[in-house]
């Protein structure tokens, strides 16, 4: 079996410069000294690979710690509603409706 490979922040910030400026896996694998599938691997590992391309500019992870938006922000109101019939539609807020009593 072969010996496990210890990934360095420096390396993970070599794939992903190499990446950004266009190289193939296979010539980031030879400058690295390692197979391309090796790199394709890490890659993948790090979030910066995509079945039938590659993001040219990885894009930064998620803050974990940051708070959670609010109910109807823009990005989560959009993400669940694009490609459905209320996609472009305002965030319903609750409150008194138009059938209320109040």
Known sequence: MPKKLNWSD????KIIQAR???????????EMGLCHWTVVNRAKE???WEPGGLRPDPEPRLDMNRPPLPA??????GLLTDGTSL?????????PGPHSDV
Do not use: C, F
């Open 87 to 95: 996609a472009g539609t305002a965030y319903p807020m609750p409150g």
């Open 10 to 13: 420096k390396m993970d910030q």
């Open 20 to 30: 950004v400026e266009r190289k193939s896996w296979a010539n980031i694998g030879k």
């Open 72 to 77: 109807g922000h823009p990005t989560t109101w």
């Open 46 to 48: 790090l979030e910066i």
